[in-house]
């Protein structure tokens, strides 16, 4: 049996400080049920600290990602106001362990949804679309971890920028993605890599918060998932993600 409340403690602690922690797995058994208890019980603490969850993210929605990471299930992680970048801003490296970023899109919701619904009653539920840029940061050492860790991590959500807001009908089956580095293509896909239509991630977050009681609830951003693998931060790079139809969003590491 792990201790949850001690676990929790532990991993909010090192994402505030950004200082890297042993995976907990290489030293106890941990479910990934007693993961999102993990997950949910360190959220606890930063919103003790003030801040305020305003969506959820999905990971490890596309085979790049799987891939990239050694973990091929699903999940899912907490978003607060404190993680958001405003489209153009800055972010200092100092506050993160090792950040990468990846390109994304992002949902805003117009109506909440629970438990199992079809890809469309998902995207019924949606307000509007917009290109977005995922910072994520592992909090274990050279970011390695199981599937129980990276869950009790928060699904490694540290920051995350989005940019104009697109109508809830535009097609993001299968729109062009290029993700970019100081105006240097890193990584380009579709997509269509997000479980073949990101519509399926926001449907699979509707089912996964549903199996916890839980809803995707109305006005909270969620975010798709990577389309590719992601890319290491570095000072001074500018980082932009352009989706075909959605436009472009960017931010920059100061130097
Ligand atoms: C886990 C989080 C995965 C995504 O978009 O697939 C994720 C990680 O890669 O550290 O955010
Ligand atoms: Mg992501």
Excluded: C
Excluded at 21 to 42: G, K, N, W
Excluded at 80 to 100: K, W
Excluded at 114 to 132: D, R, T
Excluded at 176 to 200: C, H, K, M, W, Y
């Amino acid at each position: 049996m792990i201790d949850i409340e001690k676990t929790a403690l532990a991993v909010d602690e090192a994402a505030r400080s950004a200082t890297a922690i042993p995976q907990f797995s290489s030293s106890m058994d941990i479910t990934v049920d007693e993961a999102y208890q993990v997950q949910a019980l360190s959220l606890e603490q930063r919103y003790k600290r003030g801040e305020r969850q305003i969506g959820i993210k999905m990971g490890l929605t596309s085979r790049a990602k799987m891939v990239q990471v050694g973990v091929d299930e699903v999940i899912w992680g907490r978003l607060t106001d404190a993680m958001l970048v405003d489209d153009g801003g800055e972010i200092d490296i100092a506050n993160y362990v090792h950040p990468r970023a990846e390109p994304e899109i992002a949902f805003l919701m117009k109506k909440s949804l629970s438990g199992l619904v079809s890809p469309a009653q998902a995207l019924a539920a949606v307000e509007a679309i917009a290109p977005a840029i995922e910072i994520i940061d592992s909090r274990y050492q050279n970011f390695k971890f199981s599937l129980a860790d990276v869950v009790a991590d928060n699904s490694s959500s540290s920051g995350f920028v989005m940019g104009p807001w697109a109508r809830p009908d535009t097609d993001t089956s299968n729109l062009g993605v290029v993700f970019e580095f100081d105006g240097r293509p890193v990584q380009i896909g579709s997509t269509a890599a997000i479980l073949g239509n990101p519509a399926r991630s926001l449907a699979a977050g509707s089912r996964m918060l549903g199996a916890q009681g839980l809803s995707v609830e109305a006005g909270w951003i969620v975010m798709a998932g990577g389309v590719t693998a992601a890319e290491a931060l570095r000072p001074g790079v500018h980082v932009s993600n352009t989706v075909e139809n959605l436009g472009r969003v960017g931010f920059t590491v100061r130097s």
